[in-house]
């Protein structure tokens, strides 16, 4: 890894400033990262390039990634092939039923040191302390230690008796589930889904993408993924995402299609109040505004558009939004939901700002 692309610790403890200017040399940082980054995922993984692309987002916006799909998609092949392509520590947790809290975050252990008999309390590190952490079929394991991830992903943190023990930045959490074979499975409560930035859903392959699968796995020839970031790259592309500027507009149109997701507010369309049980809430709008920034940077881009919002409204709102029974037996999904809010939502500054329906919605 050439040393120039490595930064000083001073820039990775530097405070946050949104309005430090993206210059091009900046810009052609991240866009290389991706293509490095994409070139040794395509060693391994066939296709998939927008999961690889949201999965992406999310690493640089330092949020967690919740992967949905049925089993036999690499979900897991594409994450710990991920995780190769990063100089980081990795590890993979297997959720099961009889998983235990302890078992993810790490105990304490009684620890006697020989020469003096001295005996004393020794917190001893669980799978969860590492960089880019598996959590494998997370719908697996019952509720208690499901919430076990919970202080891990939102203050970087695991607290173990009295002791507060600090994660390694960066941390980054996925986790997989399938959607069958419900039986004995723990869903998610929806607090805990919240935590996560963006929920992709893992589709089938397409014809050739499937063939060109069949073709490399069944035959001699292996390939390896190689570490092309490290963790100091990854904290100043981090970085580099919270700098991008983003206008007031934008900040208003992301505002509008989650506020719209919430039923009994003002200006909120007819059909959100017949099909949806509850809204997103406020980090909704966070999460759209940075993974509108990364999604920028990657696209070769210095500020935030419109598309940037739309494109990862889905994935930043399908887990936040609930839908009630009546769309759930017209086979309704939040997808379809979120869709018709964005086609219901102007794009342009005046027309947002003139429509009578958003006019109240700014004003509540």
Known sequence: MDKENLIETSWMNAPESNSAAIGEADLNLLHDARRRVIEELGKIIVGQEEVIDEILICLFSRGHVLLEGVPGLAKTLMISTL????DLSF??????????????????????????????LRFMPGPL????????????????TQAS??????????TAGRERHQLDDPFFVLATQNPIEQEGTYPLPEAQQDRFMFKIYVDYPSFDEEFEVARRTTGTGTAEAEPVLRGEE?????QLVRQVPVSDHIVRYALSLVRQTRVGGEGVPDFVEDLVGWGAGPRAVQFLILGGKARALLQGRHH???????????PVLRHRMVVNFAAESE???????????????????????RDARFQKIFAS
Do not use: C
């Open 234 to 238: 990854i904290l100043r592309l981090q």
């Open 149 to 158: 991830l919970l202080e891990a992903m939102q203050e970087r943190q695991v």
């Open 83 to 86: 995780a190769k392509t990063l």
């Open 304 to 314: 935030v558009q419109v598309e940037d919002i739309q494109a990862l409204a889905p």
């Open 331 to 353: 086979g309704i999904t939040s997808d379809e939901v979120v869709a018709r809010i964005i086609d219901a939502t102007p794009t342009t500054e005046d027309e947002l700002s």
């Open 129 to 144: 302390f590492a960089n880019v952490v598996l959590a494998d079929e997370i719908n697996r394991t019952p509720p208690k």
């Open 91 to 120: 590890s993979r947790i297997q959720f099961t039923p009889d998983l235990m809290p302890a078992d993810v975050t790490g105990t304490e252990i009684m620890e006697e040191d020989r020469a003096t008999g001295h005996r004393e």
